[in-house]
């Protein structure tokens, strides 16, 4: 069985950063597409960041956040620069994506993790 366990979470000021990270275990995704969520209180389940053979980011972090992965650690990654209040929500790692027409679709992939609360203080 496949488990995704994120951390690297935390309090943190705006403009400040963050570097999350999503290890799997049980299985490796090798070069599996690996993706990002976030949610805030009272809202949807949102997409962030996704890699594949490419790397796919929601307009709302597109150059504030990277997403990375290093294969040898079975580890992905989210480096998140710039943050501002707005980002505050608990962030998700997900897994076994069906398609890649859906990668940037929460309903797209079969594994998730518990989440990693992220508050930026304005």
């Known amino acids: 069985q496949v488990h995704l366990v994120e951390s690297g979470g935390g309090l943190v000021q705006a403009g400040g950063s963050l570097r999350l990270s999503c290890a799997v275990s049980?299985?490796?995704?090798?070069?599996?597409?690996m993706g990002w969520f976030r949610q805030a209180p009272g809202k949807e389940r949102e997409f962030v960041a996704a890699i594949s053979l490419g790397t796919y980011y929601a307009d709302s972090v597109k150059g504030r956040f990277t997403i990375s992965r290093d294969n040898a650690r079975d580890t992905v990654y989210l480096q998140m620069n710039r943050l501002k209040p707005e980002d505050t929500a608990v962030y998700y790692c997900?897994?076994?994506?069906?398609?890649?027409?859906?990668?940037?679709?929460?309903?797209?992939?079969?594994?998730w993790g518990r989440g990693t609360q992220v508050t930026v203080s304005s």
């Open positions: 997900a897994g076994g994506l069906r398609s890649i027409l859906r990668i940037t679709l929460s309903s797209g992939y079969d594994v």
């Open positions: 049980g299985r490796t995704f090798g070069s599996n597409a």
